[in-house]
């Protein structure tokens, strides 16, 4: 996009210039209305894009409404499109210096911008979500890091993301004794793509006793038995 199509769309976020579509979007019993523009979204979003011109009732209403997002995830992603930036200030001011949340946010705006295909959104915000687990790695207790696992795989459907590579990385190598837990076994159970980032992780890092996922047992938990994937 260039600078003065970047500054233009800008000066619409929000405003009913030129607006085609209401948004209105709902959680926690309080709704939130937005002024939008289809050739903006669209332009940023395959989301709105097939809702637009597929066989959706939006391609034909001017009003849309969507229901369980967080609304400061929401919005933020729907002021990204518009900017095209990622404001590190806003996030800052949402997480109110509470630690979890410094991670919490961009998690959940990833997972806005995976749900609604806002594909230059992804990288940011992973990008973020990566250099707070660095910074933040020897500050978290455990169970504020399960509850972070917990919030990513929730949302994450994508096995071996570089987020869900931190992740494992920061729990199998800082906290490596929670792989002997019942909450970790039970976060195993849970998030089928969680098995599988442990899985590889464990694989690329020789932590199988040498013997690969053919069939072992993790020497990092010592509990963990891998299904046989590729044996010679």
């Given at each position: ?111 806005v911008a995976d749900k609604y295909s806002i594909t230059k959104l992804i990288a940011p915000a992973s990008d ?60 195993l159970k849970d998030f089928p793509t969680f098995s599988t980032d442990v899985a590889l992780f464990s694989s ?29």
């Amino acid at each position: 996009m260039s600078q003065d199509l970047k500054a233009s769309a800008r000066t619409l976020y929000n405003k009913q210039t030129l607006s085609d579509v209401k948004i209105k979007q709902t959680n926690y019993g309080k709704t939130l209305e937005y002024y939008a523009h289809k050739a903006v979204l669209c332009g940023q979003s395959e989301y709105f894009m097939q809702a637009f011109t597929g066989s959706f009732k939006e391609a034909s209403e001017n009003e849309m409404e969507f229901h369980e997002d967080d609304p400061d995830h929401f919005e933020f992603a729907l002021k990204f499109i518009y900017t095209l930036e990622y404001d590190k200030d806003e996030i800052k001011r949402l997480t109110n210096n509470d630690p979890d949340k410094q991670l919490l946010i961009p998690i959940g705006i990833h997972a806005v911008a995976d749900k609604y295909s806002i594909t230059k959104l992804i990288a940011p915000a992973s990008d973020h979500i990566k250099s707070q687990l660095e910074s933040l790695r020897h500050n978290y207790d455990q169970s504020s890091l399960f509850a972070i696992i917990s919030a990513y795989y929730e949302t994450c459907a994508d096995a071996d993301s570089q987020v869900g590579q931190a992740l494992v990385d920061i729990l199998l190598t800082r906290y490596s004794d929670t792989a002997k837990g019942e909450t970790f076994h039970a976060l195993l159970k849970d998030f089928p793509t969680f098995s599988t980032d442990v899985a590889l992780f464990s694989s690329r890092n020789d932590l199988l006793g040498g013997v690969g996922i053919c069939a072992g047992t993790c020497s990092a938990c010592k509990e963990l038995n891998y299904f046989k994937v590729d044996c010679y």
